[in-house]
Every structure is written in structure tokens, then in C-alpha cells.
């Protein structure tokens, strides 16, 4: 009989199921490209197995996990091609939302405070916070379009890629000093926006994030 695990099962949601599978998956114990045995993970929690199946729907939407039809769950997983891939076609959407924003002038105070809290966690060493930020800057940047098909392209390519890159800094133990200069680089994006001329705007936005994108891979996986 398998021993089952001692992680707290009392009471637990799909939510609260997802974290743990989600905490499995950054700390490297289901590896990238990993089949994700719903079974397994049922016993292992002490849960139904319609809860791992429903957490794997929940970390499929945030990008941790890729679930094509007909196919088995599996921990998402890039290679270096997928990664340069995903950053070319970041400069183009966010560069597009850049030059939107600039020429409607919505409030810019999330996107802001998303730079200030970079910092300070940048400063903190705190990593998931940094990540967090990260995240949320990209993302609202792109809302800031307005442009429904910019934001929904954005989701999908910015949540596998944000996923994937928490797991392997997590996994080499990047530090959040690493991101100190992309700090800079963003808050220069804010100013941009704020002066308002969209051709500047989306022109450095598509330079910053190229130049993001080719240490990226590198950098993650400890090599840079």
C-alpha cells in the first residue's frame, strides 16, 4: 500500500491542491516536460483525483502546465528556440501596446507601482516577489492597449514563459539582483509612455526586450 504524503489535507480546495502541485513543479520535484500522472499526485495529496484534475486545468491557464487534446498533462517546457521564439514575438506585441498607451494616455499608476515594487524586492533579494512584478508590468502594459487581441496573445505568450522562467531560477538559484538593470529599462518604459510620442515608445520597448531576450535562456539556466 503506498504511504500517503503528510502535506495537510484537511479541507483543501482545488485551489489549495493547485499550490501544492504548482510548488512540486517550481521546486523542479515534477521536471519540465514531466507527465503529470493525475493518479499519482490523487494518493501523494490524500485528494480525488477530479482535484488534481482540476488543479491541472487551473496551472494550465497560468502556464506551468500544457494540456493539448487527446494528450497527457505535462510540466510546460521550453527550449532555447522557444524562448528567443516567445521574445521576438514579446517585442512586437508589447512594442504594439506601448505605442497604443502612449497615444491614449490611460492612468499609468499600476504599471508604475509594479516598477516600484521591482525595485524593492530587487533590493529585498526577494525573487517571487521580483518575479511577480515582473509579470504584472508586462501584463499591464498590455492591458494599457486597450486592444482586446493584444492582451489575449500577451497572456498566452507571457504566462508559459514567466512559468518557465520561475521554475528554472528557482531550480539554480538565481538571484533577484540579477534583474537589477531590467529594473532601469522599465521605468524608462513608464516615462516613455508618459511623454506620450508612440514611435519612441515602441521602438525601445522592442529594443529593451530583445535585449532581454538574448541572455534570457543563458541566464536562467545558470550559464551567463
Same mark, same amino acid.
Request: aromatic residues 6%.
Given at each position: 500500500?503506498?504511504?500517503?504524503?503528510?502535506?495537510?489535507?484537511?479541507?483543501?480546495?482545488?485551489?489549495?491542491?493547485?499550490?501544492?502541485?504548482?510548488?512540486?513543479?517550481?521546486?523542479?520535484? $515534477?521536471?519540465?516536460?514531466?507527465?503529470?500522472?493525475?493518479?499519482?499526485?490523487?494518493?501523494?495529496?490524500?485528494?480525488?483525483?477530479?482535484?488534481?484534475?482540476?488543479?491541472?486545468?487551473?496551472?494550465?491557464?497560468?502556464?506551468?502546465?500544457?494540456?493539448?487534446?487527446?494528450?497527457?498533462?505535462?510540466?510546460?517546457?521550453?527550449?532555447?528556440?522557444?524562448?528567443?521564439?516567445?521574445?521576438?514575438?514579446?517585442?512586437?506585441?508589447?512594442?504594439?501596446?506601448?505605442?497604443?498607451?502612449?497615444?491614449?494616455?490611460?492612468?499609468?499608476?499600476?504599471?508604475?507601482?509594479?516598477?516600484?515594487?521591482?525595485?524593492?524586492?530587487?533590493?529585498?533579494?526577494?525573487?517571487?516577489?521580483?518575479?511577480?512584478?515582473?509579470?504584472?508590468?508586462? $501584463?499591464?502594459?498590455?492591458?494599457?492597449?486597450?486592444?482586446?487581441?493584444?492582451?489575449?496573445?500577451?497572456?498566452?505568450?507571457?504566462?508559459?514563459?514567466?512559468?518557465?522562467?520561475?521554475?528554472?531560477?528557482?531550480?539554480?538559484?538565481?538571484?533577484?539582483?540579477?534583474?537589477?538593470?531590467?529594473?532601469?529599462?522599465?521605468?524608462?518604459?513608464?516615462?516613455?509612455?508618459?511623454?506620450?510620442?508612440?514611435?519612441?515608445?515602441?521602438?525601445?520597448?522592442?529594443?529593451?526586450?530583445?535585449?532581454?531576450?538574448?541572455?534570457?535562456?543563458? $541566464?536562467?539556466?545558470?550559464?551567463?
Amino acid at each position: 500500500m503506498k504511504k500517503r504524503s503528510s502535506i495537510p489535507t484537511a479541507g483543501l480546495v482545488k485551489t489549495n491542491v493547485a499550490e501544492l502541485l504548482r510548488e512540486q513543479i517550481v521546486n523542479g520535484s $515534477l521536471a519540465p516536460g514531466e507527465r503529470i500522472v493525475e493518479g499519482k499526485w490523487a494518493v501523494r495529496f490524500g485528494v480525488a483525483q477530479a482535484s488534481i484534475r482540476e488543479s491541472i486545468n487551473i496551472l494550465a491557464q497560468d502556464g506551468f502546465i500544457s494540456k493539448e487534446s487527446g494528450r497527457s498533462a505535462r510540466v510546460i517546457h521550453l527550449s532555447k528556440t522557444d524562448v528567443a521564439n516567445l521574445y521576438d514575438l514579446r517585442g512586437v506585441i508589447e512594442g504594439l501596446a506601448a505605442r497604443l498607451a502612449s497615444q491614449t494616455q490611460p492612468d499609468f499608476t499600476v504599471l508604475q507601482t509594479a516598477v516600484n515594487n521591482m525595485r524593492d524586492a530587487a533590493l529585498a533579494g526577494d525573487r517571487e516577489r521580483l518575479l511577480d512584478f515582473n509579470l504584472a508590468f508586462h $501584463l499591464e502594459l498590455c492591458r494599457l492597449s486597450q486592444n482586446p487581441y493584444v492582451i489575449e496573445h500577451a497572456r498566452r505568450s507571457l504566462l508559459p514563459l514567466f512559468a518557465f522562467m520561475r521554475m528554472r531560477v528557482t531550480t539554480t538559484g538565481l538571484e533577484a539582483s540579477a534583474w537589477s538593470k531590467d529594473v532601469g529599462a522599465l521605468q524608462r518604459i513608464v516615462d516613455l509612455l508618459r511623454e506620450g510620442d508612440g514611435d519612441i515608445a515602441e521602438h525601445y520597448v522592442k529594443r529593451a526586450i530583445a535585449r532581454f531576450g538574448k541572455t534570457a535562456y543563458d $541566464l536562467w539556466e545558470g550559464r551567463a
